[in-house]
């Protein structure tokens, strides 16, 4: 069966790093777009990132342009979030999809993760 697994999450302090993976299995993703969203407690789930497995392309929210970089590594079928200059606003549920189309519609992914939590303390 198709999975895709988060890891990474944890506990860090206001301007430190975390980098997050996504292992996918049970299918090719070579036609799929990977992305990241996350969601924080009260809130609407909201597109972070976004790679094309042909990697031509990388798409960031602009509230974390410049501190978040999100890679793909085709041969382990994984994806990464690179993470940096962390912010208490950042603390949410971070999750990870794949979809055919539409980089940040979060309606149109067709798969997606548990999640791996995220914290960010003051």
């Known amino acids: 069966q198709v999975q895709l697994v988060e890891s990474g999450g944890g506990l860090v302090q206001a301007g430190g790093s975390l980098r997050l993976s996504c292992a996918a299995s049970?299918?090719?993703?070579?036609?799929?777009?990977m992305g990241w969203f996350r969601q924080a407690p009260g809130k609407e789930r909201e597109f972070v990132a976004a790679?094309?497995?042909?990697?031509?392309?990388?798409y960031y929210a602009e509230s974390v342009k410049g501190r978040f970089t999100i890679s793909a590594d085709n041969a382990k079928n994984a994806v990464y979030l690179q993470m940096n200059s962390l912010k208490p606003e950042d603390t949410a549920l971070y999750y990870c999809?794949?979809?055919?189309?539409?980089?940040?519609?979060?309606?149109?992914?067709?798969?997606w993760g548990r999640g791996t939590q995220v914290t960010v303390s003051s």
């Open positions: 999809g794949a979809t055919r189309r539409g980089e940040s519609i979060q309606r149109l992914y067709e798969y």
């Open positions: 049970g299918r090719s993703f070579s036609g799929y777009t």
């Open positions: 790679i094309p497995w042909s990697a031509v392309n990388t």
